[in-house]
Structures are given as structure tokens and as C-alpha cells.
């Protein structure tokens, strides 16, 4: 019987390649996302179920979560990679800004996990699993991205809180990575200097990602953890 995931995100990076490789592995993915992409054509041909949703629109969010009650009977996952990485500018709306980031890495998770939890316990597995993608930036801060430090700070009290609310048939757990990947535009001196904040000096990729993922749902005994792939930060 195939069992369904849902992972939010996937136009790009990891979110895509997390759902093009479990769609390969055998699952039914159900795909959201903010923005219409080429890649996206991609995951259309795989079978991949996806659905526009822009999490800053409540309404949006809503309509989602009634589109997969009605169309399905059972999750085996869900995987929060959905994001956004605003700074905190000077010349920005300070409050504006930390409602978006609370909205896009904390309410929504907060809202989907509640409505989909009885999708999670109909899964036909002895168990089923919810996994926060957050940041390393949790346990320490962010000079120039607080809020969105914060923000993933939320979500992984909110990986504490349903993991003890929703055990033992659901696990929550989370995963905090580091710089897996540079983007298109990041320049030498930029990426220099970024490797050197790490003791493994490389860019980590989005197949560390999926390891992760693939772990926390083989594992029977993890629940309520944070899973740092970050390649050694905190000891630099």
C-alpha cells in the first residue's frame, strides 16, 4: 500500500529534492508551494500532488488543509521545509517582519499539524512522524536575522510540545542544518568565508537532508529530538 507525505516547499533546494527522491523511494508526495518554477514541471511528471499555497495567506493555508482532508485518508509524514529568510533591515516594518517569520516557520506548522494529526494515526504503519526543518541558528541567535531565529526557535519548542502530546503513535522530531547548500549568486569570498565557520569545510548538500529525513522515519525510538547536521559550527 503506498503511504502519503506531505512536505511543504518544494519548488527548490531541499524541499525538491527531498520530494523527487521519496517519490523515487516508492511514496506519494504531496508537494506545496509559493512560487510557479520550471522544476516544478518535474515533479508533476513523477506523480508528485502539488498544490500553490502561499503560507503569509491565511485563507490559503486553510483551503490546503480542507484540499488534503477531502482527498486523503491517511498521511505516513509530514515534513515542515517550507521558509523565508527575511533580515531584520532598519528600514523595514519590525513587527511585519517577525509576524511573517512567525507565520511561515511556526503558526503554519502549528495549524497543519493540528488539523492532519488524525490523517497521521490512520496511517496504516506502526508509526507515523511530523519533521521540523529548522536551524542551527536555534542555539545560538542571529545578529542579523533574529527574527527568523526566533522563529525557528518556535518551531522546535513546537517539535517538544507535540512530540509529548502526540506519542507514542506519532513521533516529532526535528532536523537543524547549517550551510547545506550555496546559492547561484554567493560569490568566492563570500563562500570562503562561510566554510570556515565549520569544522568540515564543504557544503553538506541536500542528500544530507534526506539521510536525515530517512533516519527519523526508520527510527522506532526517537521522538522529541533535534537532529544537527551542521558540519561541527558549534565547536568552531
Same mark, same amino acid.
Given at each position: ?15 525538491? =529534492? ?15 508551494? *509559493?512560487?510557479? *518554477?520550471? !522544476? ?11 498544490? $500553490? $499555497?502561499?503560507? =503569509?495567506?491565511?485563507?490559503?493555508? !486553510? ?8 482527498? %486523503?485518508?491517511?498521511? *505516513? ?20 517582519? #517577525?509576524?511573517?517569520?512567525?507565520? #511561515?516557520?511556526?503558526?503554519?506548522? =502549528? ?17 507515523? &512522524?511530523?519533521?521540523?526543518?529548522? &536551524? %542551527?541558528?536555534?542555539? /545560538? ?6 527574527? %527568523?531565529?526566533?522563529? @525557528? ?17 506519532? @513521533? ?20 570562503? @568565508? ?5 569544522? #568540515?569545510?564543504?557544503?553538506?548538500? !541536500? ?6 529525513? /530517512? %533516519? ?11 537532529? /544537527? #547536521? ?7
Amino acid at each position: 500500500m503506498t503511504q502519503t507525505i506531505l512536505i511543504t516547499g518544494v519548488g527548490k533546494r531541499v524541499g525538491l =529534492y527531498l520530494a523527487t527522491h521519496l517519490t523515487n523511494e516508492g511514496y506519494q508526495v504531496i508537494g506545496t508551494y *509559493r512560487t510557479l *518554477r520550471p !522544476e516544478l514541471q518535474q515533479l508533476e511528471a513523477l506523480g508528485v500532488q502539488l498544490y $500553490c $499555497c502561499d503560507f =503569509y495567506q491565511s485563507e490559503q493555508t !486553510e483551503q490546503l488543509i480542507a484540499n488534503i482532508k477531502q482527498s %486523503y485518508s491517511s498521511l *505516513r509524514a509530514i515534513i515542515h521545509n517550507a521558509s523565508d529568510w527575511l533580515p531584520d533591515a532598519d528600514d523595514a516594518n519590525p513587527l511585519a517582519t #517577525i509576524e511573517q517569520m512567525m507565520r #511561515i516557520h511556526a503558526s503554519t506548522p =502549528y495549524a497543519i499539524n493540528q488539523a492532519l494529526t488524525p490523517l497521521l494515526h490512520h496511517n496504516a504503519s506502526p508509526f507515523a &512522524d511530523i519533521i521540523h526543518i529548522t &536551524d %542551527y541558528v536555534v542555539d /545560538k541567535g542571529s545578529k542579523k536575522h533574529a527574527a %527568523y531565529a526566533a522563529s @525557528k526557535a518556535a518551531l522546535h519548542s513546537l517539535t517538544l510540545s507535540f512530540a509529548a502530546k502526540l506519542a507514542p503513535k506519532i @513521533k516529532v522530531n526535528s532536523i537543524a542544518p547549517a550551510m547545506l547548500m550555496f546559492n547561484l549568486d554567493d560569490d568566492d569570498n563570500y563562500k570562503q @568565508k562561510a566554510l570556515k565557520k565549520a569544522l #568540515i569545510q564543504q557544503e553538506g548538500g !541536500e542528500a544530507e537532508a534526506l539521510k536525515a529525513v /530517512k %533516519y527519523l522515519l526508520d527510527s522506532q525510538y526517537m521522538t522529541g529530538q533535534s537532529l /544537527k #547536521i551542521d558540519g561541527g559550527r558549534h565547536l568552531v
